[in-house]
């Protein structure tokens, strides 16, 4: 079991009006396995959905219910935990990095989720050996260490926590292009190695469409797809979701109506240069 929401609806309080942010939103995700995007322009919610996902925001109305706790809880039941079970990498998460050294700061969640100090040590070396963070680095400062070098830290102190499902939101958002690549390739690595769950969301359609499996399309708070990437890209009305096409699909487009070249969808660079190749050859 995963998360699943059951028309839950969420309004954030105003002095004077209520804003609603997201509506009535029914979705099953799985516990494992599954690799979603998150997709839709400012403002449509998804960050508000995330965060109904690890308890942080809870429903207005309607149920959210993550590995068999229901939300909101009945009182006096504990909901910390899921806050372990489902780890949120907030944008520029590096803004909260705060311990004297690197692998402190790794350290962090698992000793406030009770492990020994033993414990805690083991499982930050392990999550920062994932993310690429070399040894040599763990007593330096978190704030002397490079912009890329910060996210992997944060992202690794998410990691140290064990969680089952990983939600990242604007991960590679300020980071250059290899950085970019750099941070995506390890979710992948988790995601292929490990089974995990990862929910992402982007404006990045280049990313959604390489490494998305499934995309969640938000728009004024409503869930309006959902559903395989290729369906969505291929939508006859796609234009109706206010999105932009992956780089590839548009470059495919192109050379198919001025250059007569049979139209195959490609939805990453080396697919495309791949099947060029082949047309060529």
Do not use: C
Not at 135 to 140: I, K, T
């Amino acid at each position: 079991m995963g998360i699943q929401f059951k028309d839950v609806s969420y309004a954030y309080r105003g002095l004077k009006v209520n804003y609603d942010a997201i509506g009535h939103i029914n979705l099953d995700i799985k516990a494992k396995g599954e690799f979603i995007a998150i997709v839709g322009h400012t403002g449509s919610g998804k960050s508000t959905l995330v965060q109904h996902m690890n308890a942080l925001l809870l429903p207005s109305s309607g149920v959210v219910t993550v590995f068999g706790q229901d939300l909101p809880p009945k009182k006096k039941e504990k909901i910390n935990h899921l806050r372990q079970k489902v780890g949120l990498v907030f944008q520029f998460p590096e803004y909260q990095l705060f311990e004297e050294n690197i692998i402190k700061d790794i350290m962090f969640g698992p000793k406030n989720f009770k492990s020994t100090e033993a414990e805690a040590l083991e499982k930050a070396k392990r999550a920062a050996q994932t993310v690429g963070i070399d040894e040599s680095l763990y007593e330096q400062s978190p704030f002397r260490i490079s912009g890329g070098q910060m996210r992997r830290v944060a992202v690794a102190g998410i990691l140290a926590m064990e969680p089952e499902i990983l939600v990242l939101d604007e991960p590679t958002r300020g980071l250059d292009p290899k950085g970019r690549r750099d941070l995506m390739s390890i979710f992948k690595k988790i995601h292929d190695e490990e089974g995990k769950t990862i929910i992402l969301i982007s404006h990045d359609m280049d990313l959604v469409s390489e490494y998305a499996k499934r995309v969640l399309v938000l728009d004024e708070g409503k869930l309006v797809f959902d559903g395989p990437k290729e369906a969505l890209f291929e939508h006859p009305d796609f234009d109706q979701f206010h999105l932009d096409l992956p780089t590839p699909l548009k470059i495919m487009k192109h050379m198919s109506q001025s250059l007569g070249i049979p139209y195959v969808p490609t939805y990453d660079f080396n697919s495309l240069l791949k099947y060029l190749k082949e047309v060529k050859a």
